[in-house]
């Protein structure tokens, strides 16, 4: 039997991508309380939010968003770290810029600690897919096109975007 180096990097960089999803989950979380969510996306999927980055870049003129979108139609696949943000009741706070998390409830706020959590989780997977040298780069456009179309669901408001890539030259830098 012979398995192809094609066939070898497509089972790897999805297995890649499972191990960041575990690292990520495993990351501490403020309070021990764990509002993360993680997506492995790639096929029809990724061609939607690639869609979206377009567009994003055409109506607001921001032109990275353009940029990250080739990126992205590179990747064999892309992982997407998300948080539900809800005030975590931390006293004395006051991160969100509420006076504590009863107003930011309230208000449009969100919580500080709990991104703190997702950076940390963003930290943890990254570093996994280096362990493993798959070409990858946190991009927040990327996050901010699966916001835009739902991809996580309504309750996540904050999304990082990890695509990987196994290939000779990383299609994320020198871009």
């Known amino acids: 039997m012979i398995i192809t180096s094609q066939e070898i990097e497509e089972r790897a960089v999805a297995q890649i991508a499972d ?75 006051g991160y969100c810029g509420y006076a504590d998390c009863a107003e930011c409830a309230q208000g449009t706020g969100i919580c500080a600690i709990s991104t703190g959590d997702l950076g940390i989780a963003v930290g943890s997977a990254v570093n996994t897919a280096s362990l493993y040298h798959a070409d990858n780069r946190v991009m927040f456009s990327v996050g901010k096109a699966a916001v835009n179309i739902g991809l996580m669901g309504e309750e996540i408001k904050i999304v990082y975007g990890i695509p990987l890539s196994i290939t000779g030259k990383s299609p994320f830098f020198d871009r």
Not at 43 to 70: H, T, V, Y
């Open 19 to 93: 191990m960041m999803c575990v690292a990520a989950r495993t990351a501490p979380k403020g309070r021990g309380v764990d509002n993360l969510v993680t997506v492995i996306v790639k096929g029809q999927e990724k061609e939607q939010l690639s869609a979206e980055m377009r567009r994003i870049a055409q109506e607001s003129g921001m032109q990275f968003f353009e940029r990250d979108a080739n990126c992205l139609d590179q990747a064999a696949l892309v992982v997407l770290l998300g948080q539900k943000v809800k005030p975590l009741g931390v006293k004395p706070c």
